[in-house]
């Protein structure tokens, strides 16, 4: 069964940091590009980063670049999402989701339209 699942959110103050996991179970990740994607409360799911399968070009929203850092380990099957300086605007369920070898442009700025497999969420509270 083709799975994904996050992990690892949390309660943080602002300025704090969380490291999200994105782990992959019946597949493997090595020919696919993993987006990080967020939806908060009354808004639409919107891109964070993205990595791709091919020579691990990343890409950032504007709002997370210098703060959040996108990184793979294929060999444990699993993509990070390093989140640093978080501020209360960050709170938001954090998805990760697939597309193949290339982040896809079109479905990082349109909430993830194209991307196929996608995890349950994890939480991010940023708050003091």
């Known amino acids: 069964q083709v799975q994904l699942a996050e992990s690892w959110g949390g309660f943080v103050q602002p300025g704090g940091s969380l490291r999200l996991s994105c782990a992959a179970s019946?597949?493997?990740?090595?020919?696919?590009?993993i987006g990080w994607f967020r939806q908060a409360p009354g808004k639409e799911r919107e891109g964070v980063s993205c990595?791709?399968?091919?020579?691990?070009?990343?890409y950032y929203a504007n709002f997370v670049k210098g703060r959040f850092t996108i990184s793979r380990d294929n060999a444990k099957n699993t993509v990070y999402l390093q989140m640093n300086s978080l501020k209360p605007e960050d709170t938001a369920v954090y998805y990760c989701?697939?597309?193949?070898?290339?982040?896809?442009?079109?479905?990082?700025?349109?909430?993830?339209?194209?991307?196929?497999?996608w995890g349950q969420g994890t939480q991010v509270t940023v708050s003091s």
């Open positions: 019946g597949f493997t990740l090595d020919y696919y590009a």
């Open positions: 990595i791709s399968s091919t020579d691990g070009s990343t």
């Open positions: 989701a697939t597309v193949p070898y290339y982040c896809s442009a079109y479905g990082f700025s349109h909430g993830g339209g194209d991307f196929g497999s």
